[in-house]
């Protein structure tokens, strides 16, 4: 029992600071959330990290559900609940005080160039993300093939994300993949 | 809907009230305007957020859904989870936050949950493997186009130090795998200088 209350609390202290850090969303932390659940805690494999994320990405509903899979995974429920209220409260915490002020600050110069700023880091955040996880899909070439095909579609057409991840999930079904 | 059509008496919260003559939604309807959100929003939930609160509900115009967005995205944390939070709090208070913010989440954290059991009791199913890998190739692929579509973005004219700024980034977390809180305390504080100089 022990144990598992120490895990909780890592995992409550770990989503925490990773809510405060994640400019411009939750994919932004992957990168973090991967090396502390893969390298440091040794929590999560890397292979499994990229499919639980994908999950998540298949699943209805915000990005940030992703550490609910990935809370439950490492710890259970309990985990997933921990996970997901780290994730959260203290962002919306904020949130919450700043409804109150919005009006004031809304054409401030200060948000305006604070956004500004925080574009590039949250761009090279979620290319960090996306070099994380393929590094951790593409294992041959028919997953590399796949990664190739996804990210054609979703950035060349107008199809919508999910048939790539349907596509993928159908041929890896079929034996494929 | 069993609301008084009359004057309703306006509650002592609405901090920055929503501007008058629209409907302002009760915790009920914001917890399920929200729900609907989480649970049609496959593939991210900003195209259905704005669908559901602009179009449908008529809760806001579309200048002030991107208003509010907008500050959203200098917060930390979920964008969308903290609209939730922000939205529910100029319309209901703190019941209307915790309305919005569980109809947001309630619905996709039971769906991740079940998803957890069937992936640690079957994942590792021989006819699941390739489901699996097949799934996890595509969603990189999925991401590599986001970051390009927000690097095309940003690109447009000329190469600005926010080029820089990414690529470095990119390379102390994506590649060297340094502590994202190490790499921020330098890289923000440089980018919004930055940001401030460019702007002047």
Redo the contacts between chains.
């Keep these: 029992m022990k144990q598992d209350s120490d895990i909780l609390l890592a995992l409550l202290m770990n989503f925490a ?11 932004s ?1 992957v ?2 959330m991967h ?1 502390q659940a893969v ?1 440091v805690h040794l929590w999560i494999s890397d ?2 990290f ?17 550490v ?2 990935l809370g ?2 490492i710890a259970g ?1 309990p985990g ?2 921990v996970t ?1 209220f780290a ?2 409260a ?3 915490t ?3 005080l ?6 004031r600050f ?1 054409d401030a ?1 200060w ?24 590094r ?4 041959d070439a028919a ?2 093939l ?10 060349w057409t107008r199809i ?3 048939a ?2 349907a ?11 | 809907m069993p609301e008084p059509a009359a004057p309703v008496p306006s509650p002592p919260v609405p901090h920055p009230p929503l501007p008058p003559g629209r409907h302002v939604p009760t915790p009920r309807e914001l917890f399920l305007g929200f729900a609907k959100i989480a649970v049609c929003g496959f593939g991210g939930v900003l195209a259905w957020s704005r669908r559901v609160i602009v179009q449908e509900r008529g809760w806001m115009s579309p200048e002030e859904f991107n208003e509010q967005l907008a500050l959203c995205q200098v917060l930390p944390g979920p964008n969308i989870v903290n609209f939730s939070v922000m939205f529910g709090s100029r319309a209901a208070g703190l019941a209307g936050s915790l309305a919005a913010l569980f109809g947001l989440l309630g619905p996709p954290v039971i769906l991740m949950i079940l998803a957890g059991i069937l992936y640690r009791r079957y994942g590792e199913l021989p006819e699941l493997r390739g489901v699996l890998s097949g799934l996890a190739a595509a969603a990189a692929g999925l991401l590599i186009a986001t970051s390009l579509q927000m690097i095309r973005a940003m690109v447009k004219n000329r190469l600005t130090a926010g080029h820089i700024v990414a690529v470095v980034t990119f390379g102390a977390a994506g590649i060297l795998r340094m502590p994202l809180l190490w790499v921020m305390a330098v890289v923000i504080p440089i980018s919004i200088a930055f940001a401030w100089w460019e702007r002047r």
């Design positions: 600071l990773c809510s405060l850090m994640a400019v411009g969303g939750a994919n932390v990168p973090e090396r390298d292979r499994k990229s499919e639980l994320f994908a999950i998540a990405q298949a699943a209805p509903g915000p990005n940030v559900v992703f609910t899979l439950h995974y429920v997933a609940l997901t994730m959260c203290p962002t919306c904020i949130a919450y700043v409804a109150r002020v919005f009006d809304k110069t948000r305006i160039v604070i956004q500004a700023g925080l574009v590039p880091v949250t761009i090279g955040l979620i290319a960090a993300s996306a070099l994380i996880v393929a951790a899909a593409d294992r997953t590399f796949i990664t190739i095909a996804s990210f054609a579609l979703a950035y919508t994300p999910l790539a991840l596509a993928a999930a159908g041929l890896g079904l079929i034996g494929i993949i």
